[in-house]
C-alpha cells in the first residue's frame, strides 16, 4: 500500500473520528446563523493574526479582543464550535508531530 493510500486511510478515519463530528456539529449551528458566524470569523481572523504576529504586545492585544468579542465567544454554541475546532486542530499536530518525530529529515538549517 502506498503512502498516498495510507494518507487517505488516515484521513478517513479522522473523519468518521467523534472529534471531527462534533466538530462539524457545531459548525453547522454556525452556518445556519450567519451574523453570528460572521461574529466568530472576524474574532478568529484576529486571534489568529494577534497570535502569528512578533511586532505586537501579545497578552494586551488578547485581552482587548476577548473584551471586545465577549458576548459572542461566551455564547455555548460559539464556544463549542471554538472548543471542537481547538481539539481538532490540537489533533491534527499531534498527527503531524508523530510523522515529523519518525521521519528523519535534515532541517537543521532552519
Known sequence: ???EEK???????????????RYLQAREFMIENP???AKVN?????NFYIQNSPDINKPEELRKLLEEFDSIINNK?????????????????KVNNIL??????????L
Do not use: H, P, W
Request: aromatic letters at 10%; glycine letters at 2%.
Open 1 to 3: 500500500m502506498g503512502i
Open 7 to 21: 494518507a487517505r486511510e488516515l484521513a478517513e478515519v479522522i473523519l468518521d473520528s467523534e472529534i471531527y463530528n
Open 35 to 37: 451574523e453570528l458566524f
Open 42 to 46: 472576524e474574532y478568529r481572523k484576529r
Open 77 to 93: 454554541s460559539v464556544r463549542e464550535y471554538l472548543d471542537s475546532e481547538l481539539i481538532l486542530c490540537r489533533t491534527m499536530k
Open 100 to 109: 515529523v518525530e519518525q521521519i528523519d529529515l535534515d532541517i537543521d538549517f
